[in-house]
Structures are given as C-alpha cells and as structure tokens.
C-alpha cells in the first residue's frame, strides 16, 4: 500500500487581473504536512500548473493507485463554472478549477475531474481537499489570528477570463465546486465553504494563506483529531466568522468521515 499526494497552489493568473496571494504558500504547507506523514508528494506551482498539465498529473495519480492506496490532492487557487451544456447540472452550471492558463484555456470542469476519478482502482482511497471558489454571512468563530486589511474572493469572475461575446445570461448567484465534486467518486471531500459561498484569501501573522487552510492545519496540529469528521468539527470551532464568512464542508460517507486523518 502507498500514500501520494498532489498539491497545487496558483497565485498567478495572467490576463485576468485577479491574481491571488496565499495559494502557493497553502500547496507548500500541505504538501510539507502530508511529507511528514509518509505520503510521496507532487507539486504543482503557478505556471507549471496548466490545464494539460493538472489533468495528466491528477490522471496519473489515479490511473497508478491500486486496492489499499490512499491518495490526496489539494487544491488552492480560484473557482469559476461555465453553462452546462449536457443537462447535468441543477443549477445549469458546471463548476471548476482555474488553472494558471485560464485565460486561454478554460476551466478544469467537474465533468472533467469525474472522469478522471471514475478510473481509479477499486479500493484506491480519494481525499480532495478544495480551498476555493464561492459568499454567505454569519457571526460566529475565532478569527484572532487573522490579519487586518481587505481579504479576497478565491472565485474567478466569467468576465475576467472569457471573451465578452460569449459572456451568457445567467444570474450573480455565486456558483460552488461542492457541487460538481461531490459526484466525483473520490471517498472524501473537504472543502471550504458551501455552494453558495467564497473561499478567502487572506493573511495571518503576517503570512498570506486561505482561511480554510490556515485553520485546517492548525487544528490538525493543535487538535491531533482522531478521524476526519472530529478535524472537520475542530475546524468549525474557527470557520465562519464575520470576517471570514465561510462554512466548510465535509462529504463522504459516514465510514469515510471516520477514517483515521491521513491514513
């Protein structure tokens, strides 16, 4: 059995004008954390984290596992949807992740991001980790550590990438991943907020990093929880606040939920 890991960070996003600050620092921090837990990392930085580029690494990663293999991806950077053009969705989006090359390329869909993980071993075990997209407000959490000043939507506005002629007609409602993912096949997901909200970028003691990040590594080092749902519940104790008004979310199955942490 092995443990790989694949953490992408994308601050830069050029011909967008809506470059991000602590993606690249959150990729380090994952990919530092899962190291020490015995998981053989990738990572996948800025420009070299293309569309192309993120498709082969997350399809490799998957087409190598075998029964008893657990693997990791995480994932900081914008989220943006396009129209759904095959019926699928709801809400009649399909969701994704900007890659560096957005702008020229488009999103990584979610339609994509099943495909890809439909292909794995059975008994190869998934854990995606998606620190973007998505706004929402409550009052509640302790964001002592944070820093003061502005913090930044990690959701990449259509206009921003997409040529205005093919711009559709489609409501201001902030779209999510969750949605697109949760279908995905992967046994777990954490993500950093719900459907219908952002994922901020911000800074803490001075660091630049995501908020859902910064907190799930601190939990998981202060806390030391036994399985993913105890984390899960160590990180609400911190997310949302009235700053950072985000709600995490956690799905999978119950048995999933209760996997020791990394293991």
């Known amino acids: 059995m092995s443990k790989k890991a694949l953490c992408i960070g994308i601050n830069d996003y050029p011909g967008t004008n809506n470059d991000l600050s602590g993606c690249v620092n959150d990729a ?18 800025d420009k070299k984290a293309t569309h192309a580029a993120m498709a082969k690494a997350i399809g490799g990663l998957i087409k190598d596992a075998k029964k008893g293999d657990t693997l990791a991806i995480t994932y900081s950077g914008h989220g943006t949807w396009v129209p759904d053009s095959s019926g699928d969705e ?11 090359d957005i702008a020229s390329v488009g999103p990584l869909l979610d339609d994509d991001i099943h495909a ?32 003061a000043g502005p913090a930044r939507a990690r959701f990449m506005p259509l206009e921003a990438w997409m040529p205005a002629a093919e711009l559709p007609k489609a409501s201001r409602r902030p779209p999510g991943l969750v949605s697109g993912l949760r279908r995905s096949g992967g046994d777990l997901l954490l993500a950093g907020c719900l ?14 990093n995501g908020a859902f990040t910064y907190y799930a590594l601190k939990t998981l080092r202060e806390n030391k929880p036994s399985n993913y749902v105890a984390w899960f519940n160590a990180i609400r104790a911190y997310l949302p606040t009235t700053r950072l008004p985000q709600d995490p979310q956690i799905l999978g199955s119950a048995a999933a939920q209760r996997f020791k942490v990394f293991e």
């Open 116 to 147: 890809l993980f439909a292909k794995r071993a059975a008994g190869a075990r998934i854990l995606l980790i998606s620190d973007s997209c998505h706004s929402g407000s409550v009052t509640r959490g302790d964001d002592s550590d944070l820093d």
């Open 28 to 45: 380090n921090d994952w990919a530092a954390e899962l190291a020490g837990r015995g998981y053989t990392v990738s990572k996948m930085l």
């Open 90 to 100: 709801p809400d009649g989006r399909d969701e994704g992740l900007c890659p560096w």
């Open 195 to 208: 459907d219908t909200q952002y994922s901020w970028d911000t800074s803490f003691r001075g660091r630049p």
